[in-house]
């Protein structure tokens, strides 16, 4: 994947919200169609359930309203036929009593006769119906229909259910006032007479002669005008859209149909097993819906699907039914549902276009607003890019600043490291070599103090200049620190080539410098280490560049120092012999040898110069010069010092008694030793403690000293000067300002330095410089010692000269004090002796 950079980021946020609205607005309007169709079919399926249950409500209603209608018909039946049987009887009885009244005055018999005969060939409802008379005992006295029951009691016949017919007909009537309404159960005349069928009657009491006229129909034939009645009406009886109505009986055969010839014909099975459920509920209402294939449709040979309603008529085995083409009803259905469509169409349309538009004038505003965020993180983005420079720019200052150092503006410690690694994969790639020198500017410190720290500021900063210009195009130079600089030379061809740059540097310093108007000349020391020779850790090269240009400072100042495994030795021997030192004063391997001095006049033993002496049990004997060195650095040049200066005044007190002739003892102290406050009252101290005489004791100072804080060494030298001490200036001619020093400091006595008794035969300017320190020596009233005379031509040179006293190998070599004991003795007998 690719990373989300800002630019990526910034379209994200200007049209990401559109780009999710608009799946949004898909999302939902792909849902709301969904929905809409869901909606519509549920509707539609509603619509067609409707329709149905409507349809069925609509066959349900009309077979119940003809069915009531029906029982409305059947109920009427008996009262139909009670009113007519009653207008029959009533009709019968008037023509009896008119024939009755009219006829008075005849014999009883003939009225009778005539009365008989008048209503014996009536019938009525369609033929069915006739009269007949009883008298009060049951003596059929007519009987239209069966005249042979004439002049017959029938007072004991009873019907199939074993009712009296007449006994009971006669007594209802009796009871009710001479008329009754009657039931019986008799058999028809066109039917086989076994059979007996319901009968309704109606009888009358006609009083003149006792006799009962009736008549009766039969309650089925009545019914069955009726139901012809209500076939003939059906057969025609449309509804709705030229519906109808069928009756089937008992049997499934149909009775009633519009279509003439599926009368008599038989239902489906399918029909008729639903049918048959129907009947066969037990109670209440036997009636129900059928669905099924019906044989009979308009228009359609093969018949169709129907749904009816059917509902069985109680008591006549009959079922009235009627119902519904469903695919007559799929086809309104159909037109419904398109229109209904249609509707849900123009909706979801204007449900559509509604969301669309909303959603685009979303998108729009989202589309703005994405765009003024984008806009103003762009800004931010921007604003945040000028303060992200900004901060950079002081940062890198701030980092130039740290890397560099303010007063020369040459790249400083921290920047180093770096530079000497480039410097070496410089070097290792181009396959040539490099060097790291390490510069110290010599006495820097003294023209610090002398001419103010400002000057020696302005000095470091012109020789870094001038550094610089000496520079090759790979080389550096970087401040290390106070009056050190490392040059990083990562270009070079051999050892050759990096002695011109240390030449290069060192032409720097011939130059005078001019600052501040005055006139200042120095030097310089230059510790070398090269790569990848040497070492390829940049730090392990200054290392290595320091001990070298230590190395050569101990050595001589103002030179260059290649490091080398011989360096590297001796280094390692110093730090052996720093290691050796601290043991050896604890073992008491120092010892103390003492040189004598001579008085030239005299030719005597006067004194000895104590010098130090080791020989380590592990590295041999040890120049004082290695050892002295090595103490002043690791601190032990004190305990050193006041072991020698002890043991000094203990061993020439033991073999020179302090007085008049007594020998004097001259030792050396470090410049470390003076820096030690109470220096002179310990010195005292120890003198006092041992017994021997201050003015016997000399203290020989180098010049170095005088480098250090010249007012506190001359206040110390001041004190010991006033203790009593004799105080010498060691070395004298080697260093810059030997003679200011004379005037300046409490000096009793100056020692030539060995480099000239060395000379002084063979250099005239040395023999005049000689002459001219022991004349000034004379002058100021100071003892003048010449050290390492070796020859007699030496010795007799400064005798001439007039040097006071001299010392050397000429006259001894540094010797033990038991040495010193026997020519001191012997000297002092040739001494006493020549007195
Ligand atoms: P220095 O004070 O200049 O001592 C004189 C040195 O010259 C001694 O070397 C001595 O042995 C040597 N010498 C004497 N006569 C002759 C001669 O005729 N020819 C030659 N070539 N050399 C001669 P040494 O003992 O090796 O001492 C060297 C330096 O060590 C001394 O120089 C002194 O500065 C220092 N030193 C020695 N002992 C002590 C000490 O106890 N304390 C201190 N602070 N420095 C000491
Ligand atoms: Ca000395
Ligand atoms: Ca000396």
Redesign the pocket.
């Known amino acids: 994947m690719t990373p989300l950079n800002d630019r990526k980021l910034l379209n994200i946020i200007r049209y990401a919200p559109a780009v999710f609205i608009t799946l949004f607005a898909v999302v939902v309007n792909v849902i709301l169609i969904q929905s809409n169709r869901i909606e519509s079919e549920e509707k539609i399926e509603f619509i067609r359930e409707n329709l149905i249950e409507q349809q069925k409500q609509v066959i349900q209603d009309q077979i119940k309203q003809i069915a009531d209608q029906i029982d409305r018909q059947k109920s009427q039946t008996e009262k139909t036929l009670q009113k007519q049987i009653y207008d029959r009887v009533y009709e019968a009885h008037k023509i009896a009593s008119n024939i009755y009244e009219r006829n008075r005055n005849k014999p009883t018999e003939e009225v009778m006769k005539m009365i008989t005969e008048a209503l014996r060939p009536i019938r009525f409802n369609h033929g069915r119906g006739y009269f007949f008379i009883y008298d009060s005992n049951g003596i059929n006295v007519m009987h239209s229909l069966f005249p042979q029951l004439e002049g017959h009691s029938v007072w004991n016949t009873k019907d199939v259910r074993g009712t009296l017919i007449v006994q009971e007909h006669i007594a209802r009537m009796q009871a009710a006032g001479g008329e009754a309404f009657y039931r019986w159960w008799y058999s028809k005349p066109d039917v086989d007479a076994k059979e007996q069928f319901e009968k309704i009657g109606f009888g009358k009491l006609f009083e003149p002669y006792g006799w009962y006229v009736g008549t009766g129909d039969y309650i089925v034939d009545v019914e069955s005008d009726i139901k012809m009645q209500v076939v003939e009406w059906l057969q025609f009886f449309r509804y709705g859209d030229n519906d109808y109505v069928f009756i089937i009986d008992e049997e499934g055969t149909i009775v009633s149909h519009p279509e003439p010839s599926m009368v008599n014909t038989h239902v489906s099975d399918e029909l008729g097993s639903q049918l048959a459920e129907i009947r066969a509920k037990k109670d209440g209402d036997r009636s129900g819906f059928t669905h099924y294939m019906a044989k009979y449709m308009p228009g359609a040979p093969n018949g169709g699907e129907k749904i009816s309603y059917l509902k069985m008529i109680d008591g006549w085995d009959w079922t009235i039914g009627t119902g519904f083409y469903v695919q007559r009803f799929e086809a309104y259905l159909a037109d419904n549902v398109s229109a209904l469509e249609e509707s849900n169409r123009a909706e979801l349309k204007r449900v559509v276009l509604a969301s669309l538009v909303s959603t685009l004038i979303i998108i729009a505003l989202s589309l703005k607003l994405g765009r003024a965020i984008g806009d103003r993180f762009n800004r931010f983005q921007e604003r945040i890019g000028k303060d992200f420079n900004e901060l950079k720019q002081i940062k890198d200052k701030l980092k130039y600043l740290a890397e560099h150092d303010s007063l020369t503006d040459l790249p400083n410690r921290l920047l180093l490291n770096g530079i000497i690694h480039s410097g070496i994969d410089y070097a290792h790639h181009n396959r040539c070599f490099g060097a790291v020198m390490l510069l110290d500017v010599d006495d820097f410190k003294k023209i610090n103090d002398l001419y103010g720290h400002s000057a020696g500021d302005k000095l470091l900063k012109t020789v870094s200049r001038k550094f610089e210009s000496i520079l090759g195009p790979h080389d550096t130079v970087s401040r290390f620190g106070g009056d050190e600089f490392i040059f990083c030379f990562p270009d070079l061809s051999d050892d050759r080539a990096a002695r011109e740059k240390v030449l290069a540097i060192q032409r720097v310093f011939e130059d005078k410098f001019i600052i501040d108007g005055k006139v200042l000349t120095t030097n310089c020391s230059i510790g070398v280490a090269m790569f990848p020779s040497d070492d390829t850790d940049p730090e392990a090269l200054i290392r290595k560049a320091d001990v070298v240009l230590y190395k050569s400072k101990a050595h001589h100042k103002g030179s260059a120092m290649f490091y080398s495994n011989d360096v590297n030795e001796e280094i390692q021997l110093d730090y052996m012999i720093e290691e050796e030192l601290r043991k050896a004063l604890k073992e008491e391997e120092i010892k103390?040898?003492y040189?004598p001095q001579i008085d030239v006049q005299s030719g005597k033993n006067i004194g000895v110069?104590?010098?130090?002496?080791w020989n380590s049990k592990r590295l041999g004997p040890i120049?004082?010069?290695k050892f002295?060195a090595a103490a002043e650095d690791i601190g032990v040049?004190h305990e050193?010092?006041y072991f020698?200066f002890r043991k000094?005044c203990e061993d020439i007190l033991s073999i020179s008694p302090n007085g008049h002739d007594a020998m004097g003892v001259s030792?050396?102290?470090?410049p470390k030793?003076l820096m030690e406050p109470s220096f002179p009252e310990t010195l005292l101290e120890v003198t006092q403690k041992i017994g021997i005489d201050i003015s016997r004791v000399t203290l020989?100072i180098?010049e170095n000293v005088l480098l250090e804080d010249l007012n506190m060494v001359a206040e110390r030298l001041n004190s010991m000067k006033a203790y009593g001490f004799g105080l010498s200036l060691?070395?004298f001619g080697t260093g810059y300002s030997s003679l200011s020093y004379l005037n300046t400091l409490p000096i009793t006595e100056i020692?030539i330095?060995?480099s000239f008794?060395?000379k002084i035969l063979v250099s005239e300017q040395t023999r005049t410089l000689v002459k001219a320190i022991i004349a000034i020596g004379s002058s100021c009233k100071m003892t003048v010692v010449a050290?390492?005379?070796?020859t007699m031509e030496q010795f007799n040179a400064l005798s001439e000269h007039g040097c006071d006293v001299v010392?050397?190998?000429?006259f001894a070599?540094?010797l033990t004090i038991e040495s010193i004991s026997e020519i001191f003795c012997s000297s002092l007998q040739s001494g006493s002796e020549s007195n």
């Open positions: 103390v040898l040189q110069e104590a010098l130090a002496r120049s004082p010069i002295i040049i050193l010092g020698v000094a030792i050396n102290i470090s030793q020989e180098t060691d070395d020692k330095d060995r008794t060395d050290e390492g005379v070796e010392q050397g190998y000429y070599p540094p």
